[in-house]
C-alpha cells in the first residue's frame, strides 16, 4: 500500500474538506456570493496579519508579492537594505537588481540569524536607504530572523520602511504587524494557510502606503495602488485564483477556530519536538541558535548520503522531505512542520528517519528521537 | 432547487471530473510525478497552440502574460502599435503606458473587427515600432480580428512581432500559430482549456525569442528567458498552482480525445446557434460582421433594462451571463460558449433568453429562439 506525506515547506499537507469544497462548481468572480466570500477573506486576513490594515491578495506565487514589494514601494534612484542569510534573502536582492535599484547586503552566514546592530550602522551611514528587505523566517536555512528587533531600528528611521517575507513566518509564530510597526508583510497561500500554491499576500501600513503614492517603477499586473482600490470593493483587480479564495476562506476559518495563540503553540510544540528528537538521535540542527518554528533543517552527519537519505525518504515511506538548496545542497534535510500537521505526523516523520538513518549504516539507538519528541508533545 | 450555471466568457463551466481530480492530495512540484506532469501538459499545450516552440506556464491571470509579453518583449525607446477595439485592447495601451512604451493606437469602433490596412499604413510610416498587440477575440464585444491577414502584413516587417492576446481564442477557433507566423499567442486558464482561473500562457515564435534576448525592460516574476529555460527541465521558476496544473494535464488530454478539429466545429455550432436564436427573437447582434465563436454579444432592445435582464437570468435560472463592461454597460450581454459546453446547454439559455424577455414585456413568438437553434444544433 503506498501513502503519501508531505513534509516539505511548502506546498504542505492540505485538509481533505477544504479540497473537497474547493472542488464544488466554480462560482464567478463578479457575483454578490463572491464578494461575500472576499469580504470575510480581507477580515480573516487581518486577523492572520494582525493588522488593521489591507492585506492585498494577488494571483501569483509569494514572489509576486516580493517583486511587488519593491517595484510598488521604491522609486528610481532609491536604495535598499537587504538582508541575505539564505536563498529568498538572494532573491530580495535579484529583484532589486532587475529593477534597477541599488542596495547595500548584508550577508549574514547561512544557518545564523542576522544581527539587527549591523543593519542599524548601516541605515545610519546611508541615509538614502528607503527600505530594509528582509524575510521573517529563512526557509532555506530554517532560520528565525529577530523581526521586533529589527522593526524598533527601522522606527527610528522616518524616510525607510520595513520589509518583511513572512511566507512561512505568518500562521507560525507570532509576527504582530501592527505591534511591532512593520511596513509591508507578505505570505503565500501554500504554507501556513493551508491552500494549493497560486495565491500572494502583502499586508501595507499607513506608511507603505504613502511609499506607494509616489513609487514611480513600472507595475502593472502587480499594483498595490490598484488592488487597494478593488480590495476595498471587495475585488481583485484581474480575475482570480477563484477556487484558491473558496478554500481560503475555510483555512483562515480554522485558524480562527484555533485561534493564533493555539496555531503559535502548536507550532512551537511541533518544532521543539522536531528539534528535541534530532538532538537525541545525535544529529546537529543547521539553525541552532535561532531556529524557525517552520521547518527543521538538519545537518547531514558524516558518512550519510543526504540527497540519498532524501530520496530513501520519498521511495520507502512516500514521504517528501525538501533538501538543502544551492550551497546547502546535499549538506541538510528540511523538515517542514507548518500548516496542516499535528503531533503524530511529527511521529511519523522521525520514525522514518530513524529507520532510514539505521538502514544507511549511522550508529545511534532506535527509538530515541520518538522518544525525545513524545516527551514534549505529551506536554 | 437551485441549480446554477456560467455563461460568462471567464470563468466558463468544468468538467466535474477534473474539479475531483484537482482535489487529490496535492503533491510537490520537485517531484518526478510533477515533472512527468509538466512534460505532457507542454506537448499538450504545443498541440493546442499548434506550435513546435515552447508554451510558457505562468501562476497569474491572463493580464500577467499580457504585461509579459510588453516587459520581457520590448526594450526602452521601443514603439508598439496596439488595436483597440474593447477593454482588452485597451488593456495592451495601458500597459505600454506603465513601462514607459509609446504606442499608436488602432482605434475600432466597439463591435467592429479592425481592418488590416490601418495597421500596415501604421507600420510602413513608423518604422520604429517594434511589435503589433491584438487580441484574436475581443471578450468585451465579442468580435473576432483578422490575425492571419494581421499576420501578413506584419510579416513583411522584419523587425516587427505580432503579438496576439488569444485568451478567449485558443482552443476556439483555428489560430494555427506556426503556420501564420504568429510571435507570440496568449492564452488563459479559465476559458476554453476548462481550468478554474489561476494560469496563464505565452507561446513564443523563435524571432519572439530574439527580441527576449535583447529586451532592457524590468522583470521579475514574468521573466519569459528564465521560464524557457525552466520549462526545458519541466519545472517553473516559482512555486507552480500545482492543483492548476494537475487539472491541466487532464482538460488537455480531453482536447486531443476530441481533436483540434472537433473543438473547434463544436464551437462554431455553438456559437452559430447562439446568433441564429438571438436573431430569430428579434434581437441584433453587438458584433455582426464579424462574430468570435468564443461569445455572443447580444444588443439589448429598445425598453428593455439590461442591467436588469441579467440580474434576472442569475435571480430565476441561476445563469450568469456576462453585462457589457465600460461603454457597452447595459448596452448589451454576453452569452459565453467556450470550453466546457454542448449543445443543450446552449438550448437552456436561450430558453431562459426567452422567457425573461417574455416576463419584460419584449414582443417575440416564444420559442422562436430555441427552434433557430435547434436547426443547427441538429445539423
Not at 480573516?44 to 501569483?60: R, W
Not at 529593477?99 to 538614502?128: C, H, M, T
Not at 539553525?287 to 548520503?305: F, M, Q, R, Y
Amino acid at each position: 500500500m503506498e501513502k503519501k506525506y508531505l513534509f516539505s515547506p511548502g506546498p504542505t499537507m492540505l485538509p481533505p474538506e477544504v479540497l473537497l469544497k474547493m472542488a464544488e462548481p466554480i462560482m464567478h468572480h463578479r457575483e454578490p456570493e463572491f464578494e461575500k466570500i472576499f469580504a470575510e477573506i480581507r477580515e480573516g486576513l487581518k486577523y492572520l496579519f494582525q493588522t488593521k490594515n489591507e492585506v492585498l491578495i494577488f494571483t501569483s506565487s509569494g514572489t509576486g508579492a516580493m517583486e511587488g514589494a519593491i517595484s510598488n514601494l521604491l522609486s528610481k534612484g532609491d536604495k535598499a537594505l537587504v538582508v541575505r542569510g539564505g536563498k529568498f534573502g538572494e532573491r530580495w536582492g535579484e529583484i532589486c537588481k532587475a529593477y534597477g535599484i541599488e542596495f547595500i547586503p548584508v550577508d549574514v552566514e547561512w544557518g545564523r540569524a542576522v544581527d539587527p546592530e549591523k543593519i542599524q550602522e548601516i541605515l545610519k551611514s546611508n541615509p538614502s536607504i528607503r527600505a530594509v528587505y528582509t524575510q521573517a523566517s529563512e526557509t532555506s536555512t530554517g532560520v528565525k530572523h529577530p523581526i521586533k528587533e529589527i522593526a524598533e531600528i527601522v522606527k527610528k528611521f522616518e524616510n525607510t520602511l520595513i520589509v518583511v517575507d513572512a511566507i512561512t513566518g505568518i500562521g507560525v509564530f507570532n509576527i504582530p504587524m501592527d505591534e511591532w510597526g512593520l511596513d509591508v508583510v507578505i505570505s503565500g497561500s501554500q504554507k501556513a494557510l493551508m491552500l494549493p500554491p497560486g495565491l500572494a499576500f502583502a499586508a501595507l501600513s499607513d506608511k507603505a502606503c504613502k511609499f506607494v503614492e509616489r513609487s514611480d517603477l513600472p507595475k502593472y499586473y502587480f499594483n498595490f495602488k490598484k488592488e487597494l482600490k478593488s480590495a476595498q470593493k471587495n475585488q481583485s483587480s484581474y480575475t482570480p485564483a477563484i477556487s484558491l479564495f473558496v478554500g481560503l476562506r475555510e483555512t483562515l476559518n480554522m485558524i480562527r477556530r484555533e485561534g493564533l495563540e493555539g496555531v503559535f503553540r502548536r507550532h512551537e510544540k511541533l518544532a521543539a519536538a522536531t528539534r528535541a528528537a534530532v538532538k537525541a538521535l545525535g544529529l546537529e540542527l543547521y539553525a541552532p541558535e535561532s531556529p524557525s518554528n517552520a521547518l527543521t533543517a538538519v545537518k547531514i552527519p558524516a558518512g550519510i548520503d543526504g540527497l540519498k537519505l532524501q530520496a530513501l525518504f520519498f521511495e520507502k515511506f512516500g514521504i517528501t522531505v525538501a533538501e538543502g538548496q544551492d550551497r546547502a545542497k546535499g549538506k541538510i534535510i528540511r523538515i517542514a512542520h507548518l500548516g496542516y500537521y499535528e503531533r503524530l505526523d511529527m511521529v511519523m516523520v522521525i520514525s522514518a528517519l530513524e529507520m532510514l538513518l539505521k538502514e544507511m549504516g549511522y550508529k545511534f539507538e532506535l527509538g530515541k528521537g520518538v522518544k525525545a519528541a513524545e516527551e514534549i508533545l505529551m506536554t
